[in-house]
């Protein structure tokens, strides 16, 4: 069991940084990989960015275009989003989630493998 709030979500002008958080709770978090996703108006909820359990993997949606980090500090059971560049386009609703994975996989995309979810934080981007 995990348990995630996120935080850092505000609004800012485009092409401003902003640097999201989410805090797990348990024992354990150092087995769980770690995403985020997003959902904009109007549209499904779209994975943006995973984490393998070490922290030693990454992978990002292509449409970012560089503009994303995600990192996570084991020691402290944190998460983050750095988010560069921002577009209005990157407005939504931001959720980090966890999962445990089949052996041998250390990174998933698919919002099946994720078990536990964040309430989520806002980001508005303003032209």
């Known amino acids: 069991q995990v348990h995630l709030v996120e935080s850092g979500g505000g609004l800012v002008q485009a092409g401003n940084s902003l640097r999201l958080s989410c805090a797990a709770s348990?024992?354990?978090?150092?087995?769980?990989?770690m995403g985020w996703f997003r959902q904009a108006p109007g549209k499904e909820r779209e994975w943006v960015a995973v984490?393998?359990?070490?922290?030693?993997?990454?992978r990002y949606v292509d449409s970012l275009k560089g503009r994303f980090t995600i990192t996570r500090d084991n020691a402290k059971n944190m998460v983050y989003l750095q988010m560069n560049s921002l577009e209005p386009d990157d407005t939504a609703i931001y959720y980090c989630?966890?999962?445990?994975?089949?052996?041998?996989?250390?990174?998933?995309?698919?919002?099946?493998?994720?078990?536990?979810w964040g309430q989520g934080t806002q980001v508005t981007v303003s032209s």
């Open positions: 989630a966890a999962g445990r994975l089949p052996l041998g996989r250390i990174l998933s995309t698919r919002e099946s493998e994720y078990n536990f």
């Open positions: 348990g024992r354990t978090f150092n087995s769980y990989v």
């Open positions: 984490i393998s359990a070490s922290g030693g993997s990454t």
